[in-house]
């Protein structure tokens, strides 16, 4: 895993004057600038259910959907974004992820995308969980512990297994209506 990352700002002034098409989320990940297109239902309601709980059993939360951050050698857009309460208010559009608790993807066609391609830029931002959900393998994987551009713990549920969140959250996600 490379620890370190740096910014083109030829690519990153280009990318930030990009206008993608209506409907597409467009990042910057890995020296690439990637166009990804409307989601699905089964994206769409994996996520829904995993705010539900964590919003269920930790209110004090602030989430996101789909906000833009600036992390070390890029610009993502996770599909999710846990904050501690009040994090985000008063930020712009791209933001340093200060508060930021947990970022949570959804794995694409390209599972290698959410795995190894942003697991590192995530890292190196000091982001303390990253949750992604699986929909190939069918499994919840959370990376915790970022230390020097990646995470140093890595916790997989199957379907149906409970995936414990640790602090700040301190339950488990329930994963059996996840892959339905």
């Not at 990637?34 to 004090?60: C, F, K, N, T, Y």
């Not at 789909?66 to 610009?75: C, N, S, Y």
Request: aromatic share 8%; proline share 10%.
């Amino acid at each position: 895993m490379n620890a370190t990352v740096s910014e083109d700002p030829c690519l990153t002034a280009d990318f930030l004057a990009l206008e993608a098409p209506e409907g597409y989320r467009a990042e910057l990940v890995a020296g690439e600038i990637v166009l990804s297109p409307p989601q699905d239902g089964d994206h769409e309601a994996m996520i829904g259910r995993v705010l539900q709980q964590v919003l269920r059993a930790e209110p004090e939360f602030d989430y996101g959907p789909h906000k833009g951050l600036v992390v070390p050698g890029g610009r993502y857009i996770p599909d999710g974004t846990f904050t501690e309460y009040g994090a985000m208010r008063g930020q712009p559009g791209w933001w340093e992820p200060s508060g930021v608790v947990l970022v949570m993807e959804v794995t694409s066609r390209l599972p290698v995308r959410e795995h190894e391609l942003k697991r590192p830029g995530y890292a190196l931002a000091g982001i303390p969980l990253y949750l992604v959900l699986d929909r190939g393998e069918r499994t919840a994987v959370l990376y915790g512990r970022p230390v020097r551009g990646d995470y140093t713990l890595t916790t997989t549920a199957r379907a149906g297994a409970p995936l414990p969140l640790p602090a700040p959250f301190g339950f488990e996600l329930d994963t059996a209506d996840l892959f339905a």
